[in-house]
C-alpha cells in the first residue's frame, strides 16, 4: 500500500461551487497527516479549526478496513456500494470496510475538527485474527466482497489514548515506538469493544439523547482538576439527573461516574510512565481531592500502587 501515493491524489474541490461551499480557514496541507507504521497499519490524524464545510476526494487503496475515532467535528460520506449517506459524528467510533468504493467523497463540517482514523489491509486484520476463529465475534467476520460498517461509542481507554497520540512529548526514534504502541493499545481497545458488539448492536435511544449522552461523556473528560457536576452536566445537555444517568449506562454500558473514573485512571497511568509529577500532584491534575483517594482508586483498577506501577 503506497501512502504516499493516496496522499497526493487527495484533492480539494475546485469548482467555483465548491469554493463557495468549501473553503479553509488556517488550514495548510497539514490538514490530514497520515503516518505509516511499521505493523503495516496507516494513522491518519486531523486537527484543524475549519471555518466553513470542507469537502475531499481521494482513492482509497484497495481492500482496506478504516476504523475512525471523532473527539470533535462530524463528517458525511456517501461510499459505493453502501446505498445511504454515512455521519462520522463526535464521541463516536466506526469500523468501515468498503470493497466496491474507487472513490471516496467526505465532507467535514465547519468547527474544531478532532478525529483520528487507523487505516488496516484487510490481509493484516484476517492474520491478527487467523487464531481466535472459534471465539470470533460476528461483527470482525468479514467478507471480502460484503460492505461493512458498525458504530459505537468511544470508551474512556479510547478517549485517553487518543489523546496521548495526539499530546506525544517524545521525538525522533522514541516519538515512532510511542506513536506504534498507542496505535495497538487503541486497536486492542476497539476488538475488544467489537467482540462485545452483539451484546446490543444498535442502542434504542433516540438521535437527540444520543447526542446528548455524546456531549456529556465530553463534558466529563474536561478540565479534570475542575470538573463539572453531575447535576450541572445534566443542565448542559438538556436532561434531568436520573436520565442522564439511564441513557449514559445504556450507551455507554457504565455510569457518568465509572466513564470519568476510568478516563482519569487512563490519564494517571500515563502520567506516571511519561511525567516528573510526584503521587500527589498527578492526583490533583485528574481530579482526586487526595493522593489516598487517588491510591485507593488506582491500585483497585490496576492491581498494584501508583508508586509501584511507576517503578516497573
Known amino acids: ?52 464545510p470542507v469537502s475531499i476526494s481521494f482513492i482509497p487503496p484497495p481492500e482496506t478496513i478504516g476504523i475512525g475515532f471523532s473527539l470533535s467535528g462530524s463528517m458525511n460520506s456517501s461510499p459505493e456500494g453502501w446505498g445511504s449517506n454515512i455521519s462520522f459524528d463526535s464521541g463516536l467510533s466506526h469500523f468501515s470496510y468498503f470493497p466496491s468504493a474507487d472513490e471516496l467523497d467526505e465532507t467535514f463540517s465547519e468547527g474544531r475538527l478532532r478525529r483520528v ?38 470508551t474512556p481507554g479510547m478517549r485517553a489514548v487518543i489523546s496521548q497520540i495526539f499530546e506525544c512529548p517524545h521525538q525522533g526514534i522514541s516519538h515512532d515506538f510511542f506513536i506504534e504502541s498507542k496505535v495497538m493499545e487503541l486497536l486492542a481497545y476497539k476488538f475488544k469493544q467489537l467482540g462485545l458488539h452483539t451484546r446490543k448492536d444498535r442502542i434504542s435511544l433516540s438521535s437527540k439523547d444520543v447526542d446528548g449522552v455524546v456531549h456529556a461523556a465530553s463534558l466529563l473528560t474536561e478540565n479534570l482538576d475542575t470538573p463539572k457536576g453531575l447535576d450541572q452536566i445534566a443542565r448542559a445537555v438538556g436532561m434531568c439527573r436520573s436520565k442522564l444517568h439511564e441513557t449514559f449506562r445504556e450507551m455507554y454500558g457504565m455510569t457518568p461516574f465509572e466513564y470519568q473514573r476510568d478516563y482519569r485512571l487512563d490519564i494517571a497511568k500515563q502520567h506516571l510512565l ?26 483497585k483498577r490496576y492491581g498494584e500502587l501508583p508508586g509501584k506501577y511507576r517503578r516497573q
Not at 484533492?11 to 479553509?24: I, Y
Not at 516528573?276 to 485507593?296: L, Q
Open 274 to 299: 511519561d511525567s516528573s509529577m510526584n503521587i500527589t500532584e498527578i492526583a490533583f491534575a485528574v481530579g482526586y481531592s487526595s493522593s489516598g483517594h487517588f491510591t485507593k482508586a488506582f491500585k
Open 117 to 154: 482514523c487507523l487505516m488496516m489491509p484487510m490481509d493484516l486484520l484476517q492474520k491478527y485474527m487467523a487464531h481466535y476463529t472459534k471465539n470470533l465475534s460476528p461483527s470482525l467476520e468479514i467478507r471480502h466482497t460484503e460492505p461493512t460498517h458498525l458504530t459505537s461509542p468511544i
Open 1 to 52: 500500500m503506497d501512502w504516499v501515493f493516496v496522499m497526493n491524489l487527495i484533492q480539494f474541490e475546485k469548482s467555483p461551487e465548491a469554493k463557495n461551499k468549501s473553503t479553509m480557514h488556517n488550514v495548510d496541507e497539514d490538514f490530514i497527516q497520515f503516518t505509516p507504521l511499521h505493523s503495516g497499519i496507516t494513522l491518519v490524524t486531523m486537527d484543524c479549526m475549519l471555518e466553513n
